[in-house]
Each structure stands twice: as C-alpha cells, then as structure tokens.
C-alpha cells in the first residue's frame, strides 16, 4: 500500500493526536490530592449516607489512591451545593457533588435560585434510584391524602427546590389537598426533628433514608407515610398513592408526573462543567468499579440502602428529556409555584 504526501501527512497527524489523547489519559494522578464530594444536604438524610459512603469507597479505585472527604453544604433544596459545583468548584477532578434529582427540573420551572444550565454538568454515575416520600406523625389529625383534602395540616419544607415543599404546593393546586408548608428548614433531618417536637403534623424525606435511619418508627408505627413521589408505587409501599397515579385531569397528571421522574436520576454525582474528557473518564470508571467492591456491597446490604448504578449516559439522557418538556408543562408549573 502506497500513501500520498497529504493522506501521509494527515496519518501521522491522526496517530500523533491518538497518541496524545492516549498519553493524557494516563496522567491523569489524583495521588497526594484530596478528592471533596459536596453533600447539598445536612447529616442524617439519603444524599449525606449515599454521600459518604462513596467517600469511604471511591478513593480506593480512583488514579493514585487520593484522599476522599465528604462535607456538606446545605441550602435551597441543595442548589447552593448544585451552584458552587457549576461555577466555583476545581475542574480537575478534586470536586464532586451529590444534588437533588431535580436540578433539571427546578431549572425549566424557574427557580430563582438555580445559577447553572444542567445540561452542562458532567454526570459521574448514579449510586441508587430514589423514592422521596411524604409522611404523618401518629398523633396527627390527616392520616392520608384524603385527610389533608380536609384538614389544614402543617409541613416542614426545606426550601423551594426540595419535593418536601415543591410537591405539597402543586398537591394543593391540582388535588385540594390543605398542606400549611412551613418553610426554612435546612434539610428532612430537621424537618422530621420538628414533626418528633410536635411543632408540624409532618414533612418528606427519602424511604432509603427512613428504612435506614428510623426504623424504630416503621416498627412503632410512628409515622404514616401518604405519598411517595414516583410515577408508579414501589413494590415495597404497595399500599401508598403514587404521584405520577393523580391528578383530576390530563394536564394535572402531566404536572404531577414531572415531578415523579427524579427518581431515575436518583442519588447521582456530578462534575463540574468544563472538566477535561480524561479526568471525566477516570471518574466515571473508578465509580463504577466503586459500585462493584464487595465490602461496599456488604455495608449498603447491611444498611438497607439501595445500590443500582446508571452509567453517565443514561444520566444525560434524563435531564435531556426534562429539558425538552413541553413549555405549557413548565409555564404552569411556574404559575402554581407562583416562580
């Protein structure tokens, strides 16, 4: 085989751009550097267990065995944590976040607090779906959705980008329902330490989190959960409404369905924008070797919590989707969000 001057010139240009895409990746060496997974919310919910125990796990399979921390910073449904990753957070590989399902979401709907396109965030891997739930204290007068359709029943709410205040809100525009949101609070941690005081009737959290976590409450039945945000019910609550299964009319149920989609996203990380393909790589492929490590496997068995990894793609491919919703879908959503 015989080459030409150009078609010589344009091999040797191909196999050198290879070579260097090649030798890239292989500098890419976290060793000696200290890897952060930002939490967006405070201790004890889904998003600080699933948070830390990738902390525990990651470093082991990433390149050159850094340390891996995990802190947590708190605000606006976890848009400031989302905020701080998209525009602040180091692009080589050191920064990486765990954020509400919803960033696409909050995004279409005009969230005010949202500072970022979430088409733009690189997607490191999903650790588990997610079920978000809404739930009663015993001693409350609703004890189902059928309840707050009658009685005014106060919830606590962490902020206007987190279902525990977004959901109760459309509830009361499409379905009747008489939620009282009582904003502010930083996290479900704290919301569910105000339903324990008495202070309101309930609030929402993650079903991971409250199988984990509060036990003693299913056990004692301390709690009555009424909804759980999906579009169809879990196998494991065959006997709460599903959100994506109300709704009055055809237009409510589109409303209502897509704030039942997050679980797909679930409890997923994130990278900031602009951060080199090989860094993104080496990210992506250490997390999934994460999710196959036998002791992490063990401890999230252990724990109750539930461990279904999804790949970059698939994760981008549901924001997508999110984002291409059909405005008069969005335009109502911020009408009813009053956004």
Same mark, same amino acid.
């Given at each position: 085989?015989?080459?030409?001057?150009?078609?010589?010139?344009?091999?040797?240009?191909?196999?050198?751009?290879?070579?260097?895409?090649?030798?890239?990746?292989?500098?890419?060496?976290?060793?000696?550097?200290?890897?952060?997974?930002?939490?967006?919310?405070?201790?004890?919910?889904?998003?600080?267990? *699933?948070?830390?125990?990738?902390?525990? *796990?990651?470093?082991?399979? @990433?390149?050159?065995?850094?340390?891996?921390?995990?802190?947590?910073?708190?605000?606006?449904?976890?848009?400031?944590?989302?905020?701080?990753?998209?525009?602040?957070?180091?692009?080589?590989?050191?920064?990486?976040?765990?954020?509400?399902?919803?960033?696409?979401?909050?995004?279409?709907?005009?969230?005010?607090?949202?500072?970022?396109?979430?088409?733009?965030?690189?997607?490191?891997?999903?650790?588990?779906?997610?079920?978000? !739930?809404?739930?009663?204290?015993?001693?409350?007068?609703?004890?189902?959705?059928?309840?707050?359709?009658? !009685?005014?029943?106060?919830?606590?709410?962490?902020?206007?980008?987190?279902?525990?205040?977004?959901?109760?809100? @459309?509830?009361?525009?499409?379905?009747?329902?008489?939620?009282?949101?009582?904003?502010?609070?930083?996290?479900?941690?704290?919301? +569910?330490?105000? +339903?324990?005081?008495?202070?309101? #009737?309930?609030?929402?959290?993650?079903?991971?989190?409250?199988?984990?976590?509060?036990?003693?409450?299913?056990? #004692?039945?301390?709690?009555?959960?009424?909804?759980?945000?999906?579009?169809?019910?879990?196998?494991?609550?065959? #006997?709460?409404?599903?959100?994506?299964?109300?709704?009055?009319?055809?237009?409510?149920?589109? @409303? @209502?369905?897509?704030?039942?989609?997050?679980?797909? !996203?679930?409890?997923?990380? !994130?990278?900031?924008?602009?951060?080199?393909?090989?860094?993104?790589?080496?990210?992506?492929?250490?997390?999934?070797?994460?999710?196959?490590?036998?002791? +992490?496997?063990?401890? +999230?068995?252990?724990?109750?919590?539930?461990?279904?990894?999804?790949?970059?793609?698939?994760?981008?491919d549901e924001v997508k989707k999110t984002l291409a919703t059909p405005k008069a879908v969005a335009d109502r959503a911020k009408e009813l969000l009053a956004r």
């Amino acid at each position: 085989m015989t080459f030409s001057g150009s078609s010589l010139t344009r091999l040797l240009l191909a196999t050198t751009l290879l070579g260097a895409a090649s030798a890239q990746a292989q500098e890419v060496n976290l060793a000696k550097k200290t890897v952060t997974i930002y939490i967006g919310n405070t201790a004890g919910g889904s998003y600080d267990l *699933y948070g830390r125990a990738v902390a525990r *796990y990651l470093g082991k399979y @990433l390149p050159g065995q850094p340390t891996v921390i995990a802190t947590n910073m708190p605000g606006a449904g976890t848009l400031v944590a989302a905020n701080y990753i998209y525009k602040v957070a180091p692009k080589d590989g050191t920064a990486i976040g765990i954020v509400t399902e919803t960033l696409a979401v909050e995004q279409i709907t005009g969230n005010s607090a949202v500072q970022f396109d979430a088409a733009n965030f690189n997607w490191v891997g999903r650790i588990a779906s997610s079920n978000n !739930i809404h739930f009663q204290w015993h001693t409350a007068k609703a004890q189902s959705l059928d309840d707050v359709k009658k !009685i005014e029943t106060p919830v606590a709410a962490a902020g206007a980008g987190n279902i525990s205040e977004v959901v109760p809100k @459309l509830l009361n525009a499409t379905i009747g329902t008489k939620f009282k949101i009582i904003s502010g609070f930083p996290a479900s941690a704290e919301g +569910m330490l105000a +339903m324990e005081r008495g202070e309101v #009737d309930g609030t929402a959290g993650s079903w991971a989190a409250i199988r984990t976590g509060k036990k003693q409450w299913l056990e #004692d039945k301390k709690i009555k959960i009424i909804l759980q945000d999906v579009p169809e019910r879990a196998a494991d609550l065959p #006997d709460v409404p599903a959100l994506g299964e109300l709704g009055n009319n055809e237009a409510d149920r589109q @409303l @209502l369905r897509l704030y039942a989609s997050g679980g797909a !996203i679930g409890r997923a990380f !994130i990278a900031p924008p602009g951060t080199p393909a090989p860094v993104m790589k080496a990210l992506q492929s250490s997390f999934l070797a994460m999710t196959k490590d036998a002791d +992490m496997i063990a401890e +999230m068995q252990k724990a109750n919590l539930d461990l279904e990894y999804a790949p970059p793609e698939k994760l981008t491919d549901e924001v997508k989707k999110t984002l291409a919703t059909p405005k008069a879908v969005a335009d109502r959503a911020k009408e009813l969000l009053a956004r």
